[in-house]
């Protein structure tokens, strides 16, 4: 079976433009969540997705935003770039939301670097 | 609220023994455990639900104290490929939301 695959995996963007990663989840897994991890804040979390619909949300701004499409693929979008935005987003597929049964498979992420 | 892990990093020999802490502010629904080797993506190691009280198999377990709202990773007789840094994911009632705690790096030495 075919693990979650993030692309593109490496990507360089300048301030001020805009990015948008994509995430396939592993075959017949309905549920995407998005992480950023960085050196200094460890993996924070962004946001969940379950049936095209966000269950989820962490305290990141408005310029990233993410949506789910009908085959439980997924994108997030991070517009007008900051330096600070600089990381590696990691998305992670599970069979269903429930966290108390169903663990979290990670992709190898997408490392974003923004000068 | 993110889980507070501690020690933030040991090392150990071959053979040696670590816990590694996670520790809440809040009560806990579920608590996961992770490993990320360097340069790759993290794995499960387990999941522990509130009411349950220890998981694992012999050599990796962990345990969750519900009165604490603290979840201990058991490592015994270390191996060198249990080195990479441990998370700990917590979710507060059944949200399907999970925040991690900062991490705990292992290095494991021959």
């Known amino acids: 079976k075919a693990g979650v695959t993030q692309t593109p995996r490496y990507l360089i963007k300048t301030r001020g433009q805009q990015v948008t990663l994509s995430c396939s989840p592993i075959?017949?897994?309905?549920?995407v969540s998005w992480y950023q991890q960085t050196p200094g804040q460890g993996l924070q979390f962004l946001f969940e997705?379950?049936?095209?619909?966000?269950?989820n949300k962490g305290n990141f701004p408005g310029r990233f935003s993410g949506r789910q499409f009908s085959n439980s693929r997924s994108e997030m979008n991070v517009s007008t770039l900051e330096l600070g935005d600089s990381a590696l987003y990691l998305c992670?597929?599970?069979?269903?939301?429930?966290?108390?049964?169903?663990?979290?498979?990670f992709g190898n992420g997408t490392r974003l670097t923004v000068t | 609220q993110q889980p507070v892990q501690s020690p933030q990093a040991v090392i150990l020999r071959e053979g040696e023994d670590a816990v590694i802490n996670c520790s809440s502010s809040?009560?806990?629904?579920?608590v996961h455990w992770y490993r990320q080797k360097h340069g790759e993506a993290p794995v499960f190691l387990m999941i522990l639900l509130k009411g349950g009280e220890q998981k694992g198999h012999e050599k990796i377990s962990a345990s969750f104290n519900e009165k604490k709202q603290q979840s201990s990773l058991y490592l015994t007789a270390s191996q060198l490929s249990y080195s990479g840094t441990y998370f700990c994911g917590t979710e507060t009632s059944n949200t399907g939301k999970l925040i991690f705690g900062q991490g705990t790096t292992l290095q494991v030495k021959p």
């Open positions: 992670a597929s599970s069979l269903t939301p429930d966290r108390g049964s169903s663990p979290l498979h």
């Open positions: 997705y379950f049936s095209e619909t966000q269950r």
């Open positions: 075959s017949g897994h309905r549920s």
């Open positions: 809040k009560a806990l629904y579920s």
